[in-house]
């Protein structure tokens, strides 16, 4: 890539991120993950915020704590916003604003009953942005606000043109995979992959607004036979023809903008709001920070880290970054610790080499992690998201 090149992917990706709310929800499947980190009671959760969803996920196995790390401050006043609404709202008014995703109330009760569980800064965001809940014609839900947002009200535009929208909405009365296959193959394939969406699906403007940094891209590019436009084409006809999508709530909020009650994230589940309101949503913090900062603060160990995708951009844009990252994830650590990260590549090969200093001497994160190969590859065919290229559970040893 020359200079020029360089500087526009650098500086595009830090627009989107360092000026906007990015995720309006988390793209990680979190009963994978649960799954993955085994959580107990005394576990300390250290974990990249996104949209906070999966922190309260894994709330639900009622661990020590669980630490929300952003150095995105929108998305911790995204998080802060759901907790102060479980600790202050009843469940259907928390659900019409986070699982409908819109109240035309929201100012008032932003104001009214949110306010004091907020800080002067969250707060300060939500009043000027309190319309990302009232809504508009043009964005009628929450869901299609922030970058990611927008990408989702775009396609289903999209989809609109197209006509078709009902013969994807029927994927989800379905009750097995046959019958997915045959709806998508009969009704959806041939119309949906166009030679627009073939060229729009592989820009690096889309994949910035969805997150995803010119690494993760040139990942893509490179290892994935027929490039990002073929990696996102067979992405979704796996998750339409593969994966049961009764329970998929990831793609149904992005096809139609909400949940609902059968079809959402755990925390939106009445039985699971009231066990975060008794005291479990108290266990999750945020700290807007880098996680090489948080690790140095840090007062107890941490025995799961939850690094999401971010590793893929550091290794092509801060490498220096990405090594005091895994110096403070092995610092910070006590013995067996687990780390769980997903990445673009078919194989991240980044990791392994990265040498760090111990208690006797130095050594490399390869000799350091303990794989579950098996597992993973096992939990990445599960994935109800299905939209990176490979999944990591491995266990840290001092």
Known sequence: MSQLGAWWSKNLFNFVHGNNLVYNTCWEDPRLDRIALNIGSEDRIAMITSAGCNALDYALDEPEAIHCIDVNPRQNHLLNLKIAGIKALDFETFFQIFGTGSHPEFAAILNDQLADHLSDDALKYWRKNSNYFTCSRWRPTFYFYGTSGLVARLMGHYLDLRAVKDSMASLWNTTTIEQQQAIYDDYIKDTLWTEWMTWISKKEITMSLLGVPKAQLAQVQ?????????????????????VPLRDNYFWWLYFSGSYLKDRCPEYLKESNFNKLKAGLVDRVSTSTMTLVEFFKQTQKPISKFVLLDHMDWLYDNNRKVLHQEWQGIVDASRDNSQVIWRSAGLMNDFVDPIRVAIANGTSTMGDLLKYNRDLAAELHQQDRVHTYGSFYIAQLKH
């Open 222 to 242: 490179n290892e994935y036979s027929g490039g990002m436009a073929k990696f996102i084409q067979d992405c979704v006809e796996s998750v339409f023809t593969k």
